[in-house]
């Protein structure tokens, strides 16, 4: 089923906590890591789909900071899953314009996957279709963090007096500040939690949470998702008209 979308009230950046992977796999009866294969096939979707509809930004949260407490075995599996998926799309990515990015921690990641994803981001760097934020080794407060430090180095080097400190100031420090602040955030796998995702930047986000879980997300369940922001009065803290 197609739904009937407004092009000229689409979102400007959606960001996604794609969840549900292990669950999707259990209930098979399968292996952990059998969902996060079937769950890159949901990647491909949405990822077309942001390109179609005319979205500018799309950011997914890959790996969290905390994600490396799990079995070792799964954290090398999905390191590995990034690198090779990020080396078999980078093609027809950038032969579609899109942008590559990425925001988290780079540098505690593998070698192999950060020179991947570096190359990936230098040979996309000038498209100018879909931006497609990789979050990676990422964390909310860990980006605060850094972005209070980088401020911190500022203030120590005599750059910036501490009392000139603005919200707009810390939104520069963060990972990709000339990203727009996601206009709508979907969550799959019913959990009702933002997970330290995007905390600065989500202020004023709408939420949208499905049942659905990620493997079993694709082209109209994001429509779905789309269509209920639009029908949505976003008031940025102003009292209702």
Known sequence: ???????????R???IIMDGNGRWARARGLPRIEG???????????VERCGELGVGHLTLYGFSTENWRRSADEVKFLMRLFEVVARREI????????????LGRMHELPTSLREELNRDCAL??????????????????AEIVDAVRTLAHRVARGELDPDQITEAEIAGALYLPDTPEPDLLIRT?????????????????????????????GREQLDEAVLAYQHRERRFGAAPV
């Open 1 to 11: 089923m197609t739904l009937e979308l407004d092009a000229a009230r689409l979102p």
């Open 13 to 15: 950046h959606i960001a």
């Open 36 to 46: 996060h294969r079937q769950g890159d096939k949901s990647i491909r979707a949405v």
């Open 91 to 102: 093609g027809e990515l950038h032969q579609k314009g899109v942008r590559v990015r990425v």
């Open 124 to 141: 996309t760097r000038e498209n100018t279709g879909l931006t497609l934020n990789l979050a990676l080794n990422y964390g909310g407060r």
């Open 189 to 217: 796998g019913g959990e009702y939690r933002l997970s330290n995702f995007l905390l600065w930047q989500s202020a004023y986000t709408e939420l949208w949470v499905t049942e659905t879980l990620w493997p079993d997300f």
